[in-house]
């Protein structure tokens, strides 16, 4: 907590000198240790983005306004540059800009793929259904995914074993097609 308490100052401090366009409640991830040390820890939301992608920066008013949100104030909001940080784009299977991936202790529970309009209604959903269950902790919607395919395991039939049929031995039909002409 405290770590993501000095990202944070450090990340409205950077931006206020250097012009940042990132908003003080999203804070820039600078390397892959500042990301590994960020994803474990609660909910995470990042947004892998690329300065020169132009559904990013459509996306990037919506990001803020969902990390502004009073209700996920207890979530931390990474930006993550594919161009600087290929490596952790590559690690979490990135293959195209804008896309958000939502962490519940250390384990990705979603996605979203694209700068779509109702970004901040869907996030919100994820968000509240899946990193932040009422009376549930966030590990079990990490686990979710992984309840699905056990439950799809025991539900499928066991196939019977029966005997193969009994074939009629049938004489084939000479036809015109079937010959060959001389």
Known sequence: MI??????????LAGILLG?????????VTSTEHFNELK???????????????????????????AGKGEFSDIAFLAIDIDKHNNIATEHGVRGVPTTIFFAEGKEVDRIVGGQED??????????????PSGKA??????????????????????KKTAPAKQKKVAPKKTASATCPK
């Open 20 to 28: 940042s366009t990132v908003s003080a409640s999203v804070v820039e």
């Open 119 to 132: 970004f901040v209604s869907e996030a919100s959903k994820i968000i509240t259904n899946k990193m932040k």
């Open 138 to 159: 966030t590990k079990e919607a990490a686990k979710e995914p992984a309840k699905k395919k056990e439950s799809a395991k025991k539900t499928t039939p066991a196939k």
């Open 40 to 66: 474990p820890k609660g909910a995470v939301v990042a947004k892998f983005y690329a300065t020169w992608c132009d559904p990013c920066k459509k996306l990037s008013p919506l990001y803020k306004d969902l």
């Open 3 to 12: 770590a993501l308490r000095v990202s944070y100052l450090i990340g409205l």
